[in-house]
């Protein structure tokens, strides 16, 4: 069985530019997470989907990042204009479904670096 | 207070000992993650439990529900074993989001 699916695996871009993150996760998942991840702290929920819904935005900076679902399959996160502390790990997961013990299955993760 | 505790926060240990590796929650959960992330690396789902114990390979996951408590221990520790080590819970209270613990750096030396 294929796993999460993410690219690029890295990025470097300068603050002010936009950047755009791919993920495909494990077929008939219809739940997806994007996470950020910090260098030296543990992952913060982004946004998380329930097939082309979004059930949590609350920790997404909307006046920069932005991300999308739109056929319940794959995702695409956006940051635009990126910043400095935008320099992270961000980590795409799937799951079978959204409630209960549902394992969530990650990918390789995208390493953006702001300069 | 963080909701998900570890510890310890870091740990070196030589190649063979038997590792454990703790966590502490305060909330109500579904299950229980135990996650192994490398440098530079994805994050891998080693277990997840909501009661007993499990086993994989070298790997063993406990979890006591009444005192809120997880472990997860290493046999025969190997340096191929370096990682950081997560707890991440599923917490009922909060869409059944995972609730991260801060990670334990695990460095096996031969």
């Known amino acids: 069985e294929a796993g999460v699916a993410q690219s690029p695996r890295y990025k470097i871009i300068e603050k002010r530019q936009s950047v755009a993150f791919w993920c495909n996760p494990i077929s008939g998942h219809a739940t997806l997470y994007w996470y950020q991840q910090i260098l030296g702290q543990g992952p913060k929920l982004l946004i998380q989907?329930?097939?082309?819904?979004?059930?949590?935005d609350s920790q997404l900076p909307k006046d920069r990042f932005s991300a999308e679902r739109l056929k319940g399959v794959d995702s695409t996160l956006k940051i635009q204009p990126a910043k400095l502390e935008d320099s992270a790990v961000y980590l795409c997961a799937s799951s079978l479904q959204l409630a209960g013990g549902t394992e969530q299955f990650f990918g390789p993760g995208t390493r953006l670096t702001v300069l | 207070k963080n909701e998900v505790e570890q510890s310890p926060q870091n740990l070196t240990a030589q190649e063979g000992e038997f590792i454990t590796i703790n966590c502490s929650y305060s909330v109500g959960i579904s299950a229980l993650h135990w996650l192994q992330q490398h440098p530079g690396g994805g994050i891998v789902s080693l277990f997840m439990?909501?009661?007993?114990?499990k086993k994989h390979g070298r790997l063993i996951a406990t979890i006591n529900i009444q005192e809120k408590h997880s472990s997860l221990h290493i046999t025969a520790s190997h340096p191929r074993d370096s990682a950081v080590y997560i707890c991440a819970v599923r917490s009922m209270d909060s869409n059944y989001q995972l609730i991260w613990g801060a990670g334990t750096k695990l460095i096996i030396k031969p």
């Open positions: 439990l909501s009661s007993g114990k």
């Open positions: 989907f329930q097939n082309n819904g979004v059930v949590d």
